[in-house]
């Protein structure tokens, strides 16, 4: 399906495939509502809802921002039971176990607990079953010791993205760069932007995590599209961005009207594509810098955004889902909405690219 997006003063038009994609990029997205706390819960409902996908049909599996603990964590007390170490934490086990069954890359959101230089993470309980159980509780910690867990106030962890390979090979870990209010109650901000180099037809895939799409601390300039800046300037192909996406408040003239739960978010839609204005902006020569990318005949280069976001309300916020796939060029400019959940369904959004 390709479909426009409306509400952005540009023309709209299926494309050929771009000469640098020699393949179609088959995509999917794990649309669902998680269960604050309840990590076992959800990576069944993640293995439930992925189970009829085959082996060798995806070359991407995206699942959302800290897609098994939920998100709304207000203090490190809260969210340190549910930290956890790349490689060997829930979600880390749950995305190489479905890369290796479906022989494709993973990317998922997590959040990483911060290594002391000791090597261990800071947790309040040393049982793994902690993670997994939604009724085990923090243990007593007095001011010096959650003095010392909240690294003197700069944050115990990292709101992170574990990408996985078709092995089950760990290709990446990426931390969040701009953060929003909640992810301030207890984790750091990352080092900034980062992309990996992927077979084709990923080719070089940059990651960001929700709020990075926005302005940072929403008091930057507008234009200084930090996320998309950065796809551009990387030369990256795809751009791909777990989520954890809020309903918007609604403002006059649409106060009192009722959102169509059925539909997806035309207004999410089209902020999104609003602030990766760099990647359809008609302006001359983005090209791939790799040497083995060829540039488009029709003058400008297609970046795929994958964006995979939940459903269901945590502590009276709503999710908005709306988890798409979308392709951007900037000459001539085209953005073309490829696939999309409604704001509500429990559903594994598949797409292909081509």
Same mark, same amino acid.
């Given at each position: ?28 997205? !794990? ?14 409902? #993640? ?11 995806? %070359?991407?599996?995206?699942?959302? =921002? ?16 549910? +930290? =956890?170490? *790349?490689?060997?934490? *829930? ?5 190489? /176990? ?7 890359? #993973? ?12 090597? &261990?993470?800071? @947790?309040?309980? /040393?049982? /793994? ?8 509780? !923090? &243990? =007593? ?8 867990? &909240?690294?003197?106030? &700069? ?8 990408? #996985? ?15 929003? %209010? ?32 926005? *302005? ?6 507008? %234009? ?8 551009? =300037?990387?030369?990256? %192909? ?23 739960? @059925? ?5 999410? +839609? ?12 008609? @302006? ?19 970046? @795929?955004? !994958? ?20 392709? +951007? ?26």
């Amino acid at each position: 399906m390709s479909t426009p997006i409306r509400g952005l003063p540009v023309p709209f038009r299926d494309s050929p495939a771009p000469a640098y994609r020699r393949e179609p990029l088959r995509v999917a997205c !794990v649309q669902f509502d998680v269960k604050r706390g309840e990590v076992k819960r959800n990576a069944e409902s #993640v293995e439930a809802m992925t189970s009829r996908l085959q082996p060798d049909s995806l %070359d991407l599996l995206v699942l959302p =921002e800290m897609c098994l603990s939920g998100y709304i964590f207000n203090s490190a007390t809260a969210i340190l039971p549910y +930290l =956890e170490q *790349p490689r060997i934490g *829930p979600t880390s086990l749950l995305a190489r /176990s479905l890369a290796r069954r479906l022989r494709c890359h #993973v990317v998922a959101g997590y959040p990483e607990a911060l290594v002391e230089e000791s090597g &261990e993470a800071p @947790t309040a309980s /040393s049982s /793994s079953s902690l993670l997994l159980d939604s009724s085990a509780g !923090v &243990e =007593e910690t007095g001011p010096k010791a959650m003095k010392a867990l &909240e690294g003197e106030g &700069e944050g115990v962890g990292f709101n992170s993205a574990i990408v #996985v390979g078709p092995e089950g090979e760990i290709v990446g870990n990426y931390r969040k760069t701009f953060r929003f %209010d909640t992810d301030k109650c207890w984790a750091r901000a990352g080092s900034g932007f980062m992309h990996f180099d992927l077979p084709e037809p990923l080719g070089r895939t940059a990651i960001g995590i929700c709020m990075d799409m926005n *302005p940072k601390d929403f008091i930057a300039p507008w %234009d200084a599209f930090e996320l998309g800046s950065y796809v551009r =300037e990387s030369g990256a %192909d795809t751009l791909v961005v777990p989520m954890n996406w809020l309903q918007a408040p609604v403002e006059p003239p649409n106060q009192g009207l009722e959102m169509d739960p @059925t539909a997806p978010d035309e207004s999410s +839609l089209n902020y999104w594509a609003a602030r990766l204005q760099p990647l359809h902006d008609p @302006t001359p020569g983005y090209v791939s810098p790799s040497p083995s990318s060829a540039m488009d005949p029709q003058g400008g280069k297609q970046v @795929t955004f !994958v964006a995979c976001n939940r459903v269901g309300v945590e502590d009276g916020k709503r999710y908005v889902g709306t988890s798409c796939v979308m392709t +951007l060029s900037s000459d001539p400019r085209r953005i073309e909405l490829v696939e999309v959940c409604n704001m509500t369904e429990e559903r594994v959004l598949v797409a292909t690219v081509v």
